[in-house]
């Protein structure tokens, strides 16, 4: 790259960095636009978008603002009602409170194992697996932090910005063996699971990503997908095949959506429900799986 172009954009991004809450309320598009320029080296086209990345910033500036039920569906809490209504109220995990604030929270009350989270953000968690070993103090300084956050406006992501903020507590999840359980995004397409990406390699520090279709076939998606030898895979989890269902009925009323399950001991838990990967703005998403799964979005009218 040019030396001084590398210096306007290093100069530039840190300008935008300091503006850029106020720039999200100000124009969303133009907001979204610099990110794309800064992020992914390329120019947004929203008058033909192309690729996933493209579109979903297309949706997220077009027909996210101010959609209830997109709104309802990315809230970390009222997505619940979402699912229920779907009839699909097996797969929610346990609740176990809700508040408006940090100060309303009763830790003693609390199981030995818990999650904590806000609802209005991505990575807004906190794991608890022992609570005599638990800093409530710094989990309340978190949790106070990210209730003061607008999370929204980081990316322009119109589809955060209409949610009541609020803080709840879920069972703790874990895979039998004291770790965490793996989480399986199924990515859906106008209704349709397409494919489901998974993580292997997380506990020993070397995480590999690998995308399968709905026949367990893997797909060129990834990296790790082009390096392993001719006629590697995983073994097909038990129960893989649900999900796939659990994921068509959530996913019907939209253009995308990835729906994000865990798996323990054969049985579907839910995880959320994401409409902006990365925020569109995803820069390790392999090229070749950027233009596939973007010519599988159908774009509105």
Known sequence: MNLNLLRNNKTILGLYRKGRNALSVISPTLSSKMLYRLILKQKLDLK????????????????????????KCV????????????????????LIGVWDNVEDIDWDALPNQFAIKCN?????????????????EEAKKKLNEWMNTEYWRIHAELNYRYIDRKIICERYLNDGTGFLPEDYKFHCFNGKAEYVMICVGREEGHPQYFYFDKDWKMVPFSQEALEVPEGFTIPKPEGIDKMFDYAEKL????????????????????????????GCLDPDIFPEADKIMGSLIQLPR
């Open 48 to 71: 033909n978008p192309q690729t996933m990345n493209a579109k979903l910033m297309w949706l997220k500036l077009n027909t996210y603002n101010k959609n209830p039920l997109i709104t």
């Open 75 to 94: 809230d970390k809490y009222k997505v619940r009602e979402y699912i229920q209504d779907k009839g699909c109220n097996e797969i929610l995990n346990d």
């Open 120 to 136: 209005h953000g991505c990575k807004y968690n906190i794991i608890c697996d022992d609570k005599s070993k638990f800093d409530i």
């Open 251 to 278: 996913a019907g009323p939209f253009p995308f959506v990835r729906a994000d399950f865990y798996l323990i001991e054969g049985k579907t838990i839910f995880g959320e429900l994401t409409f902006t990967p990365g």
